[in-house]
């Protein structure tokens, strides 16, 4: 089975740049997440879906960032302008909440670097 | 909400037991204690979760005190693939949803 898929993997882009980020989560998990991660940090979550509806988007600073989910499945986190504070790895996760477990699966990550 | 405390970094020695204290001292009745793990560039990955009683699984084993103020999770026999981050994380009950707490971690280094 495959696991939540990421890209890019890599991104370097100049400050005021927009970027996007995509992420496709595991077959049937409805639930998905976007976190940011700085270095030497633990991840913090910017937005989460349940199916298509955004239902804790508290910590997304909605000046710069959006992201969608279309159909409940794919999702795209995108930063416009970008920032040197932006620089992070972006990290999606999907889950399936209809379990008590509710375990987090992970991609690999975005990382990101704001010149 | 609910935090962890865990120390920065550990190390050990290959094919050593590993145990890896946390603190959560404000943990409340409904808060599940997960541990994820975090190898070099990758995403976290889950280890193992519990509530009350001791639980074990195929990659580690967590003990849980009887207050539930700590919590330790225990590798058998580490290998130089255990090298990571782990996090000690709180599940909390949200606006009927589970949230997950994430505590800094801590940076687990396997000497061979």
């Known amino acids: 089975e495959a696991g939540v898929v990421q890209s890019p993997r890599y991104k370097i882009i100049e400050k005021k740049q927009p970027v996007a980020f995509w992420c496709n989560p595991i077959?049937?998990?409805?639930?998905l997440y976007w976190y940011r991660q700085n270095l030497g940090q633990g991840p913090e979550l910017l937005i989460r879906?349940?199916?298509?509806?955004?239902?804790?988007d508290s910590q997304l600073p909605k000046d710069r960032f959006s992201a969608e989910r279309l159909k409940g499945v794919d999702s795209t986190l995108k930063i416009q302008p970008a920032e040197l504070g932006d620089s992070a790895v972006y990290l999606c996760?999907?889950?399936?909440?209809?379990?008590?477990?509710?375990?987090?699966?992970f991609g690999a990550g975005t990382r990101l670097s704001v010149l | 909400d609910a935090k962890t405390t865990q120390p920065n970094s550990m190390e050990s020695n290959e094919e050593e037991p590993v145990h890896l204290p946390c603190n959560h001292s404000?943990?409340?009745?409904?808060?599940?204690i997960h541990w994820y793990r975090q190898l070099p560039s990758q995403g976290p990955e889950y280890v193992i979760h519990?509530?009350?009683?001791?639980v074990n699984n195929r990659m580690a084993s967590l003990a849980i005190a009887e207050d539930r103020k700590s919590s330790t999770l225990i590798l058998h026999r580490a290998t130089l693939r255990d090298a990571a981050v782990y996090y000690c994380?709180?599940?909390?009950?949200?606006?009927?949803?589970?949230?997950?707490?994430w505590g800094a971690g801590t940076k687990l280094i396997i000497k061979p």
């Open positions: 077959s049937g998990h409805n639930t």
């Open positions: 879906y349940e199916n298509e509806e955004a239902v804790d």
């Open positions: 404000t943990i409340s009745g409904t808060d599940y």
């Open positions: 996760a999907s889950s399936y909440s209809g379990t008590v477990k509710n375990i987090q699966y």
């Open positions: 519990g509530l009350t009683s001791n």
């Open positions: 994380i709180l599940r909390g009950f949200m606006d009927s949803n589970y949230q997950l707490i």
